[in-house]
C-alpha cells in the first residue's frame, strides 16, 4: 500500500513545525512546497537528519514546485505573511488572498482529492477563498483556528484553577479573530462546569472575563512578544490533531472553521463550530443551544466574519 502523503505549502516556521511533528508521529512521507528557493530544500534535509536519532523513516523533501505535491493525501497550508507586532489578521487580507489563489490553484491541478487544512491567516476569510480558488467540495476544506483558540483558553483556566491541562475541556466558536466566542457554559473541568469551579476555587467572574479576554488576544500576545513572526508550535500541533482526526477516520469533534450553511443561522460561511472529522472530511456541524448573550457574541464575530468576505470580493472579483 502506499504510504501517506502529506504536503505542506509554506516551510516557514509553521511548516518546519509541522514537517518535524508530523515525521516524529510516521504519519506518512512529507512534501515541503515554498516559493523561497532552497529553504524547503534546506529544512527538509535538515529535518530527514532528524530521522536517525529520533528513530524515523519518513521521507521528507523540499521543494518549489507544485508539480511534487500530487496525489497528497493532506494538505496543510501556512503559505503567506504572518502578523508583524501592531498589525491585525485582518491587515494580512490583501497579501494572503493572492497566495489563497495560487495555492488553490496548485492544489487544484495536483492533488484535488486532500483534505486541506488552512491555517494562513485572517482564517475564517482565508480558508473560504482557498475553497474558492481550488474548487474542492466543502467537506475537504477546513480552517484551523477553534483547536488552537481552545487549547489557549484551557491552558489559562488550568492555570488559574491549579489543575492539569488533561481535565480542561475548553469550548471556543466563531472567527479566529479579536471577537471570537469562548464559551464558559460549555466549557469543564473534567465535567464540573468551570463556573462552578470559579465558586469553589473562589475565582471571581471579573477574573473569568479577564482570562476569556486574554484568549480572545492570545495570537497578538505572543506576536507582542516575538517581535518578528507569529505563534507556531501550538498552531502546528492544532493542525496535526486535525490531519490525525482525517487519516485516521476518529470522529473528532473538533473546534474548526468549518462551512456552515443553514445551522446557527448562517448561509454559507466558514467560522468556528463544533466539528465531526472522520475520512470524509468534516462529516457534520454539531449545533449548541447558546445563551442569548452567546448569541449575539457569535453574531458580532460571523458579522466581522462576513466583512472580510465582502472585502475580499472586492479584491478578487473571481471571488464576487
Ligand atoms: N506560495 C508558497 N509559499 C509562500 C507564498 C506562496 N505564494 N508566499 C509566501 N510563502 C511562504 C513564505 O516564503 C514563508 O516561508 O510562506 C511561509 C510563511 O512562513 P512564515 O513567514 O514563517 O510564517 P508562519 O509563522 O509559518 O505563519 C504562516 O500562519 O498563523 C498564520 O498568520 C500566520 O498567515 C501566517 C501563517
Not at 10 to 35: N, Q, R, S, Y
Not at 195 to 201: E, L, P, Q, V, Y
Amino acid at each position: 500500500m502506499a504510504r501517506t502523503k502529506i504536503a505542506l505549502i509554506g516551510a516557514g516556521m509553521i511548516g518546519g513545525t509541522l514537517a518535524h511533528l508530523a515525521a516524529k508521529k510516521e504519519m506518512g512521507d512529507i512534501v515541503l512546497f515554498d516559493i523561497a528557493e532552497g529553504m524547503p530544500q534546506g529544512k527538509a534535509l535538515d529535518l530527514s537528519q532528524c530521522g536517525p536519532i529520533e528513530g524515523f523513516d519518513a521521507k521528507i523533501t523540499g521543494t518549489n514546485d507544485y508539480a511534487d505535491i500530487a496525489g497528497a493525501d493532506v494538505v496543510i497550508v501556512t503559505a503567506g505573511v504572518p502578523r508583524k507586532p501592531g498589525m491585525s489578521r485582518d491587515d494580512l487580507l490583501g497579501i494572503n488572498l493572492k497566495v489563497m489563489k495560487a495555492v488553490g490553484e496548485g492544489i487544484k491541478n495536483n492533488c484535488p482529492d486532500a483534505f486541506v487544512i488552512c491555517i494562513t491567516n485572517p482564517l475564517d476569510a482565508m480558508v473560504w477563498a482557498l475553497r474558492e480558488f481550488s474548487g474542492l467540495p466543502h467537506n475537504k476544506v477546513v480552517g484551523m483556528a477553534g483547536v488552537l483558540d481552545s487549547a489557549r483558553f484551557a491552558t489559562f483556566l488550568a492555570w488559574e484553577f491549579g489543575v492539569s491541562v488533561r481535565d480542561v475541556n475548553a469550548f471556543v466558536l466563531g472567527g479566529h479573530g479579536d471577537t471570537m466566542v469562548p464559551v464558559l457554559s460549555y466549557s469543564t473541568i473534567n465535567g464540573i462546569p468551570v463556573k462552578d469551579m470559579a465558586k469553589i476555587k473562589g475565582v471571581s467572574e471579573s477574573r473569568l472575563d479577564e482570562i476569556v479576554d486574554r484568549t480572545r488576544k492570545g495570537g497578538g500576545e505572543i506576536v507582542g512578544l516575538l517581535g518578528n513572526g507569529s505563534a507556531y508550535y501550538a498552531p502546528a500541533t492544532s493542525a496535526i490533531a486535525m490531519a490525525e482526526a482525517y487519516l485516521g477516520d476518529q470522529k473528532r469533534i473538533l473546534p474548526c472553521a468549518s462551512y456552515v450553511e443553514g445551522k446557527y443561522g448562517l448561509d454559507g460561511l466558514y467560522v468556528g463550530v463544533p466539528t465531526m472529522i472522520g475520512a470524509g472530511g468534516t462529516e457534520d456541524v454539531i449545533e449548541i443551544e447558546l445563551s442569548d448573550e452567546e448569541r449575539g457574541n457569535l453574531k458580532v464575530s460571523t458579522d466581522a466574519v462576513e466583512e472580510l468576505l465582502e472585502a475580499c470580493k472586492g479584491l478578487d472579483e473571481s471571488l464576487a
